[in-house]
T-cell receptor, first 115, second 114 residues
Framework: AQKVTQAQTEISVVEKEDVTLDCVYE???????LFWYKQPPSGELVFLIR??????QNEISGRYSWNFQKSTSSFNFTITASQVVDSAVYFC????????????FGKGTMLLVSP | DTGVSQDPRHKITKRGQNVTFRCDPI?????LYWYRQTLGQGPEFLTY????????KSRLLSDRFSAERPKGSFSTLEIQRTEQGDSAMYLC????????????FGPGTRLTVL
C-alpha cells in the first residue's frame, strides 16, 4: 500500500520569509514518481513538479526548490521569499511506475502568506 | 493549449436525485481519471480510463456511481440516488504516456447534496 504524510496542516508566514513544506511517503515499489500540486482558493490543482525515484538530484525553479531524499523517504518543498500569491493548499502525491499512474495524495498543507 | 474542462462547476441537488458530471480532457491525452475530494482531505482516486476502456475502479466507487468515456474523448460520471455523503469536489484529470503520464487537473465540480 502507498501512503503520503504531510504532517503540517497549516503554516502561516509573513511575506518574504522562506518556508518548507514537508512530505514523507511509504511505498513498496522500487520505482515510483513523486509530485507536488498547488490548489489555490479557486480549487483547481496546478501541477508543480514530478520526480522519478531514480533521480535524487534536487531541483530549483525560480523561488521553488525540492529536496528528494530516498534514505528518509522524504520529498520536501521550499518556497524562498514567499509572496501573498503563494497562499494555497499544497499537496504531495505518489504514483507507482506501472502502466498507469493513479495518484495517492497526502492531506495537504495550507500555506497562508500575509503581507 | 486548452486545459481540462469540467461541467458544471457547481451542482446543488436534493437527496435521492441523480446527477451527471462531464469532463473534457486535454485533446491529445488518452488517459482520464476521476478523483473525489472532501473538505480538508487530498483527492482520492475513483476510476481510470485508457481511451474508452475503464481499466480500474476504486472501492470508493459504489454501485450508485457509474462512469463512461464513449469514443475515448469526454467522460461522464453519474451518481444515482445521491446521499449527503456524496457532497464533495469531483475532479477530473488527464494524461498521456508521451507526456510522462503527468496528470493535469480540471477545475472540478462541487456537489452539494441537501
Amino acid at each position: 500500500a502507498q501512503k503520503v504524510t504531510q504532517a503540517q496542516t497549516e503554516i502561516s508566514v509573513v511575506e518574504k520569509e522562506d518556508v518548507t513544506l514537508d512530505c514523507v511517503y511509504e511505498t513498496r515499489d522500487t520505482t515510483y514518481y513523486l509530485f507536488w500540486y498547488k490548489q489555490p482558493p479557486s480549487g483547481e490543482l496546478v501541477f508543480l513538479i514530478r520526480r522519478n525515484s531514480f533521480d535524487e538530484q534536487n531541483e530549483i525553479s525560480g523561488r521553488y526548490s525540492w529536496n528528494f531524499q530516498k534514505s528518509t523517504s522524504s520529498f520536501n518543498f521550499t518556497i524562498t521569499a514567499s509572496q501573498v500569491v503563494d497562499s494555497a493548499v499544497y499537496f504531495c502525491a505518489l504514483s507507482p511506475n506501472s502502466g498507469y499512474s493513479t495518484l495517492t495524495f497526502g492531506k495537504g498543507t495550507m500555506l497562508l502568506v500575509s503581507p | 493549449d486548452t486545459g481540462v474542462s469540467q461541467d458544471p462547476r457547481h451542482k446543488i441537488t436534493k437527496r435521492g436525485q441523480n446527477v451527471t458530471f462531464r469532463c473534457d480532457p486535454i485533446s491529445e491525452h488518452n488517459r482520464l481519471y476521476w478523483y473525489r475530494q472532501t473538505l480538508g482531505q487530498g483527492p482520492e482516486f475513483l476510476t481510470y480510463f485508457q481511451n474508452e476502456a475503464q481499466l480500474e475502479k476504486s472501492r470508493l466507487l459504489s454501485d450508485r456511481f457509474s462512469a463512461e468515456r464513449p469514443k475515448g474523448s469526454f467522460s461522464t460520471l453519474e451518481i444515482q440516488r445521491t446521499e449527503q455523503g456524496d457532497s464533495a469536489m469531483y475532479l477530473c484529470a488527464s494524461s498521456s504516456f508521451q507526456g510522462g503520464d503527468t496528470q493535469y487537473f480540471g477545475p472540478g465540480t462541487r456537489l452539494t447534496v441537501l
